[in-house]
């Protein structure tokens, strides 16, 4: 009997795509959930200038992870074959980055809160930075069971930890710990995500150091470095500006929208981010296959992203003042503008992995420095303006970007405009009529809970119902997997 190859690997590679998706998906919804449960507590029992405080340091957080990394993980997922030396070298560049990271942030403690006018930031900054070691101790770990895509396995370390984390921090809040809370917190979610990702890896690190792979992944891995730093700089850079020219309360404001826009999309992104380079690796030589591969995946983050972005900045009034009290109210027009540009993550994020699936650093690093350089001048043509209007500008900015990574995409891969148009335009306008209508159905609705439940049931009932209507592959393949059902290619 003659056996097709071919058919077998491609079947097996969607089975674990599948897989993968599933888990990064239920991963990233108990999460956020979980996220969500614990945030309204802290939100409730929390004042904005906690958040505020915390808010400045992010950007330091952020860019000392991505400096600990340089790009190596993305490097080691890209390396059709992988020895241990090459995690052992990985393991040991961060964690010695990491440390040298803790030590300057630690010595310039004081620098930053003279800079936020803030002195309580140098204990807090201390203790936050605290993380980098942790963080550093499980990143090859991490690596490797993201290049084996034991995305189930990751799903359970990070379900745990926010578990146990959330519960420290709703304990410490409930006993007056202020702004302490959150730095404990993340320090605990860290930790605990670090020693999970040991537990399930079957990789140890060794003392015999050969640091060639670090050398050979160096072109490759510095300019995933650059750029993941501009990135950071670029989501972080109102957080910045504001802190040094307006209080913590107002930062608090924008950081508590920026946390809750984030929180929703991070569970679309985490359902693709977790396979997208690793699949889109694995089909690198067959141009063709990739292409369909990636707009699966695309038309995939829109059919997930676009109902459910739009439609938090659609309940966002209702949200605000239930949820987290009247007291977060200056926070709503924010959070309106950042989910309506976090539609578009998702998206922005498979076509980012395709290039990076290709070993297009270079181009990935040029089209985020050119980002950040219009992302800035930007913020200084609008800073007159307030900070409404900032947000919006960059929000706008990073949502029609969208259209370079396509155009990346159509280099590498023959990806075209009309392609993107389709692969977009019938989801997006779809969750635009489902918001249109239940926005006509519940004008009358005056009790804000029940305004806020009416909006999302019409919504999502109108939404699958035009899916079905119009016959949406990709709604239908997505309800067959749910059902067990066995798909073809």
């Not at 614990?38 to 860019?63: E, K, N, Q």
């Not at 030396?85 to 040298?100: E, G, K, P």
């Not at 998206?347 to 040029?366: A, D, E, F």
Request: proline letters at 3%.
């Amino acid at each position: 009997m003659k056996i097709d190859i071919s058919r077998m690997a491609g079947s097996t590679l969607k089975d674990k795509t599948s897989k993968g998706l599933f888990w990064g998906g239920m991963s990233s919804f108990l999460q956020q959930l979980l996220n969500a449960a614990f945030g309204i507590y802290l939100a409730r029992t929390l004042a904005p200038d906690d958040y505020g405080l915390v808010g400045m340091l992010a950007i330091f957080t952020l860019l000392a992870t991505v400096m600990q990394e340089c790009g190596f993980p993305s490097a080691l997922i890209n390396r059709k074959e992988i020895r241990h030396d090459d995690y052992n070298a990985v393991f040991w560049f961060t964690l010695t980055v990491s440390a040298i990271c803790y030590i300057v942030l630690f010595c310039c403690a004081p620098l930053i809160a003279r800079y936020f006018h803030q002195p309580a930031l140098v204990g807090l900054a201390r203790l936050s930075f605290v993380s980098f070691i942790l963080v550093g101790l499980g990143t090859a770990h991490r690596t490797y069971l993201l290049k084996k895509l034991m995305i189930r396995e990751m799903a359970v370390v990070s379900i745990v930890s926010v578990i146990i984390s959330g519960t420290v921090g709703v304990i410490l809040a409930s006993r007056g710990f202020a702004y302490w809370t959150l730095a404990i917190q993340a320090l605990v979610l860290n930790a605990l995500s670090t020693a999970g990702y040991w537990l399930f890896s079957k990789w140890r690190p060794s003392f015999r150091l050969d640091l060639r792979p670090i050398r050979e992944m160096f072109s490759y891995g510095i300019r995933i470095w650059f750029t993941s730093m501009l990135a950071i700089v670029n989501s972080n850079l109102v957080s910045v500006f504001l802190g040094r020219y307006y209080s913590a309360e107002r930062v608090g404001y924008y950081t508590q929208a920026n946390k809750w826009s984030q929180m929703g999309v991070s569970v679309l992104t985490g359902m693709v981010t977790s396979v997208a380079q690793p699949v889109l690796a694995s089909v690198t030589e067959e141009s063709q296959r990739q292409l369909r591969v990636f707009r699966k995946m695309v038309r995939f983050a829109a059919f997930i992203a676009f109902p459910a972005m739009l439609g938090l900045a659609f309940i966002a009034p209702e949200f605000i003042t239930i949820v987290l009290t009247d007291k977060w109210n200056d926070s709503i027009v924010l959070l309106q503008i950042l989910c309506a540009g976090a539609a578009f993550t998702p998206v922005i994020h498979v076509c980012s992995n395709l290039i990076l699936s290709r070993g297009k650093s270079s181009s990935y690093m040029w089209s985020q420095i050119t980002l950040f350089a219009l992302i800035l001048g930007l913020v200084f043509l609008l800073a007159p303006s307030g900070i409404t209007a900032i947000v919006a500008g960059i929000t706008a900015i990073n949502a029609l970007w969208i259209f370079v990574w396509a155009f990346l995409a159509h280099r590498e891969i023959g990806y075209t405009f009309g392609q993107l148009m389709n692969d977009l335009l019938p989801f997006l306008g779809i969750a635009a009529v489902s918001i249109a209508a239940a926005w006509l159905l519940t004008r009358w609705i005056s009790v804000p809970w029940l305004l806020m439940t009416a909006k999302i049931v019409v919504t999502a009932a109108v939404y699958v119902f035009l899916m079905w209507a119009t016959r949406s592959v990709t709604f239908r393949e997505s309800v067959q997997f749910l059902l067990h059902r066995n798909q073809t290619e």
